[in-house]
């Protein structure tokens, strides 16, 4: 705030004018810049809901892959089998008889263990069901969820852009009216320290590098005859208690 006896330039105060309005455009930029973050996050997000649910279904064809292995390796045995009984129908050599009847009982044997085996399997099948389910609903959850956070993304950029587009018109209207090297000048600042390039001068201390003035830089600013920058780190200055 300027105190009385003490004049602001009027080109140090367009120049504070156009600050704020760099200060705007520097901040809709790092929201223009987040944008594609966050849409990645988003995609992230449904990716990987999609790859639980893939996994879930990958799992249970695998279960009934190894099902079917298990059914038509007892369907082989059971095969050797019919093939046994019809050998032993044939046959009129004991020892024949009783190997046969060996193999056939060391094949049932193998079959019921097959079958157990396929047991667990069908358990494990019933099992993966709901965690399929599961997956799918929250497949499809996560996937209209992002599907609406990717409209107000959009909707949000559109925005931005539209508030720049304000911004810069109304600051290079603003930017028009200042002389050339002092907007030059100004701009040089502004990028290198750190957006601020018009500062207030208070209680004799420059607020951009927080040194006490020297005395004769502290009655130009309050004068406010001429742009006065600070002798240590060169901001421009303008009178504020």
Not at 77 to 85: C, T, V
Not at 91 to 115: M, V
Not at 186 to 200: C, E, I, N, S
């Amino acid at each position: 705030m300027t105190s009385h006896g003490e004049a602001m330039l009027p080109a140090v105060k367009q120049l504070l004018v156009v600050q704020d309005r760099d200060r705007k455009l520097r901040q809709l930029k790092l929201e223009l810049k987040r944008a594609p973050l966050e849409r990645k996050d988003m995609e992230s997000r449904t990716a990987g809901t999609t790859s639980a649910l893939d996994a879930a279904k990958l799992k249970a064809k695998e279960i009934e892959v190894k099902r079917k292995e298990l059914e038509n390796e007892a369907g082989t045995r059971r095969e050797r089998i019919n093939k046994y009984q019809g050998q032993k129908l044939e046959t009129r050599k004991n020892d024949e008889y009783q190997a046969i009847s060996h193999a056939i009982d060391s094949l049932e044997k193998e079959i019921s263990a097959l079958e157990d085996q396929q047991l667990e399997l069908m358990d494990a099948a019933e099992k993966q069901k709901p965690i399929i389910a599961t997956a799918e609903k929250e497949a499809v959850a996560t996937k209209a969820q992002v599907e609406r956070q990717f409209a107000d993304l959009d909707a949000k950029v559109k925005a931005i852009d539209a508030q720049m587009q304000e911004v810069q018109a109304e600051r290079a209207k603003l930017a028009a009216e200042i002389e050339e090297d002092l907007l030059d000048t100004y701009q040089r600042l502004f990028d290198t320290k750190d957006a601020q390039a018009v500062v207030g001068l208070t209680n004799e201390i420059c607020q951009g590098c927080h040194v006490k003035s020297q005395t004769h830089v502290i009655h130009a600013v309050k004068a406010g005859k001429a742009v006065t920058t600070c002798l240590y780190c060169g901001r421009i200055l303008y009178p504020e208690n």
